[in-house]
Antibody, heavy 119, light 108 residues
Framework: EVQLVESGGGLVQPGGSLRLSCAAS????????MSWVRQAPGKGLEWVAN????????YYVDSVKGRFTISRDNAKNSLYLQMNSLRAEDTAVYYC????????????WGQGTLVTVSS | SYVLTQPPSVSVAPGKTARITCGGN??????VHWYQQKPGQAPVVVIY???DRPSGIPERFSGSNSGNTATLTISRVEAGDEADYYC???????????FGGGTKLTVL
């Protein structure tokens, strides 16, 4: 059974940092593109970043470029999102999601982890 | 950057047909995916690559994509179809995944 389990969310002050993790199981993690997608309270879905199977390609939404870093450890079947210089507008549920290719749909999603940026 | 435009809400009576549109510049040249999201749950893909349906998704769900509009069609709508629906593409010009703003489907 494919499972994606996010962790690392919580309350952080503006300007602070947080590292999200996504533990993958039930499939060959190294064969898939992986993404982070977020959803602010009461709002729609917003793609944050994605990373190629071998980590050689990474893309980011403009609003997080230079502040967030996506990475993966295929040996540990894990996806990460290092978030620095956090802002109130980064408050959201963060989902990790799996894709076959860069243009494909997200066929599996985690349950999400809530990040709250507030003083 | 590429923009996908969805109507904020669509209402339909049970048993009728709901059509949710997703507008974008020459979207017909892109692959469109559709997700259903119910409150408190992660999104679930209901249509991928314009018109393919994952296993477990009822045949009542179908999709089309041409010109500047992609459409998700839900036939014989049931109360359980009430949810938010999002379209999504990959924009190769910007190397960005793009989601539409979402459409809340209300079953009257």
């Amino acid at each position: 059974e494919v499972q994606l389990v996010e962790s690392g969310g919580g309350l952080v002050q503006p300007g602070g940092s947080l590292r999200l993790s996504c533990a993958a199981s039930g499939f060959s993690f190294s064969r898939y593109w992986m993404s982070w997608v977020r959803q602010a309270p009461g709002k729609g879905l917003e793609w944050v970043a994605n990373i190629k199977q071998d980590g050689s390609e990474k893309y980011y939404v403009d609003s997080v470029k230079g502040r967030f870093t996506i990475s993966r450890d295929n040996a540990k079947n894990s996806l990460y999102l290092q978030m620095n210089s956090l802002r109130a507008e980064d408050t959201a549920v963060y989902y990790c999601a799996r894709g076959t290719t860069v243009v494909s749909n997200f066929d599996y999603w985690g349950q999400g982890t809530l990040v709250t940026v507030s003083s | 950057s590429y923009v996908l435009t969805q109507p904020p809400s669509v209402s339909v009576a049970p048993g009728k047909t709901a059509r949710i549109t997703c507008g974008g510049n020459n979207i017909g040249s892109k692959s469109v995916h559709w997700y259903q999201q119910k409150p408190g749950q992660a999104p679930v893909v209901v249509i991928y690559y314009d018109s393919d349906r994952p296993s477990g998704i009822p045949e009542r769900f179908s999709g089309s994509n041409s010109g500047n509009t992609a459409t998700l069609t839900i036939s014989r709508v049931e109360a359980g179809d009430e949810a938010d629906y999002y379209c999504q593409v990959w924009d190769s010009s910007s190397d960005h995944v793009v989601f539409g703003g979402g459409t809340k489907l209300t079953v009257l």
